[in-house]
Every structure is written in structure tokens, then in C-alpha cells.
């Protein structure tokens, strides 16, 4: 069973970089037809897609995060990685690495088959 694991700072400061990583065990992130994504959910709002990496390596973005988003992967770990330049206090979330059968943009459609934990972040001076 393919298990997903989120890792990266807890705390940010405005303007910076937020960097996470999704290390993937029990499964490649080169199979065919799975996306691995990047979906956030900040206090007391639903689930937001951010984005995926598919196994081509090919990146698809949320049109509103797209300037100010990258996924990119690393196959030899297994990993793949979300960077979101300039983050703001609207950026505080729990963050989450998921793998989807196809890309499915809605994060509570049917397709979502592996999911992690989620790690907080909060964006604060």
C-alpha cells in the first residue's frame, strides 16, 4: 500500500519561500496514470488544490497559485516537492501530498486514493 509522507517547516516568515516534500513509500512516483498533488486547507476553509507532478514529470498548477507555485520531483528518493514563493499569512494551512488516478483538481472527488497526514504551517513574522 503506497503511503505519503509530508515533511518541512512548521513556521515561515512573509515573503519567504515555503518548501515541502512528500517522500512516497510502497509505490514509485513514475507509474503511469497517478498524479501526485499538493492540496492545502487553511482554518476554516475547504481543501484547495494547488497543483500535481505526473510521471512524465509534467507540473499542473491551480490558476490562482500558478505565479507563485512549482512542483517539481525527485525520483532516485522517491519524493516529490511544492515551493510557493512569497507566502502570506492567507498561506497558513495544513498542507497535504495526495495521489490521484488521473488529474482531479477537485481534492474531495473520487480518485483520491493515498493521502498524508498533513503538516501545518503558519505563516508569521
Known amino acids: 500500500q503506497v503511503q505519503l509522507q509530508e515533511s518541512g517547516p512548521g513556521l515561515v516568515k512573509p515573503s519567504q519561500t515555503l518548501s515541502l516534500t512528500c517522500t512516497v513509500s510502497?509505490?514509485?512516483?513514475?507509474?503511469?496514470?497517478?498524479?501526485w498533488n499538493w492540496i492545502r486547507q487553511p482554518p476554516g476553509k475547504e481543501l484547495e488544490w494547488m497543483g500535481a507532478i505526473y510521471h512524465t514529470g509534467a507540473a499542473y498548477y491551480n490558476p490562482s497559485l500558478k505565479s507563485r507555485t512549482s512542483i517539481s520531483r525527485d525520483t532516485s528518493k522517491n519524493q516529490f516537492t511544492l515551493h510557493l514563493n512569497s507566502v502570506t499569512p492567507e498561506d497558513t494551512a495544513v498542507y497535504y501530498c495526495a495521489r490521484s488516478f488521473g488529474l482531479i483538481r477537485n481534492p474531495t472527488a473520487d480518485g483520491y486514493d493515498s493521502w498524508g497526514q498533513g503538516t501545518r504551517v503558519t505563516v508569521s513574522s
Open positions: 510502497g509505490g514509485s512516483v513514475t507509474i503511469n496514470y497517478y498524479y
